[in-house]
């Protein structure tokens, strides 16, 4: 079992034919990614990857003589939220947009838009997903993962990878791990992810990395207090970030209240979450949660 893509996932890719989708579309591919089409307007007719993908000009007809049911954006900032939206609009169940810098006024569409098409977005300013050695949307380098039973759900993308190597270092693997973003306006929560996670028969513990910035990891908390039968490990960054300076990710900064590193690690332990003071103890703290 997985959560959101699997082997049978079929991928199109949104700016395949660009510098960044190729090179990473490429890396999917041999992970073993079923890529079944790649967009970029004006390109239709083309085929990318050495001949191995066909290009179409939109999303829609990709869909319709591929069947692709999940599509990954590689697509400059100024036109990434157009990407998304005509994604939700040819029906696709899950879009996964790795776009930095995308205007938050922009996002603000894109949220109502997607709510009303019913389509799950991961993303977008993150590394994608990764259902270990199933499926791999987005940039996270496959090699560090190792099948397992403990899932992973982090704001952080270079922290997710620090995570996932702390787990196989204690000799756990995963089952899918999801770099969320941490723009102020995403498309799936940490909360969403723990619900999968939750529901998923084959996840029998979550990492979560939080950081500085927003409320998303104490409505997490405090929704698997009352509801995950599984045990839960965190981890805040930012514990040093001074108040009032964004650090790193647009929605990381500290305004004030339950946004401090502080305050978060204190409301996560006060509903049940173990957490760790730094990520290089994330893999040994799992592992004896698992085995009191």
Request: with cysteine; hydrophobic share 40%; glycine share 14%.
């Amino acid at each position: 079992m997985s959560i959101l893509v699997n082997k049978n996932s079929k991928v199109l890719v949104q700016g395949i034919t660009g510098s960044e989708g190729t090179f990473h579309a490429t890396q999917m591919l041999e992970y073993g990614t079923q890529i079944v089409a790649g967009v970029t307007p004006g390109k239709g007719g083309q085929k990318a990857l050495d001949g191995r993908i066909p290009v179409f000009d939109t999303v829609e007809e990709a869909r319709a003589k591929t069947g692709a049911d999940v599509s990954i954006i590689f697509v400059p900032p100024a036109f990434a939220a157009d990407a998304i939206i005509e994604a939700a609009y040819a029906g696709l169940d899950l879009v996964v947009c790795i776009t930095e810098g995308i205007p938050v006024h922009d996002m603000v569409r894109v949220k109502r838009i997607i709510d009303m098409e019913g389509t799950r977005l991961v993303g977008p300013n993150c590394p994608g997903i990764i259902t270990v050695d199933e499926c791999k949307l987005g940039i996270m380098p496959g090699f560090i993962t190792k099948k397992g039973t403990i899932g992973v759900v982090s704001k952080s993308g270079t922290l997710t990878y620090e995570a996932i190597g702390q787990l196989v270092s204690a000799g756990l693997g995963q089952t899918t791990a999801i770099g969320i973003g941490g723009d102020p306006i995403i498309g799936t929560s940490m909360r969403d992810v723990l619900e999968l996670f939750e529901a998923d028969p084959e996840t029998e513990g979550v990492v979560i990395i939080g950081e500085i910035g927003g409320q998303m990891e104490i409505e997490a908390a405090r929704w698997a207090q009352e509801h995950m039968t599984k045990p839960v490990v965190g981890f805040i960054a930012g514990q040093t970030a001074p108040p009032g300076r964004r650090m790193g990710h647009a929605g990381a900064i500290v305004s004030g209240g339950d946004d401090t590193a502080e305050a978060k690690m204190r409301i996560l332990t006060e509903c049940g979450v173990t957490v760790c003071q730094s990520v290089a103890s994330i893999g040994e703290t799992m592992k004896q949660v698992l085995n009191p």
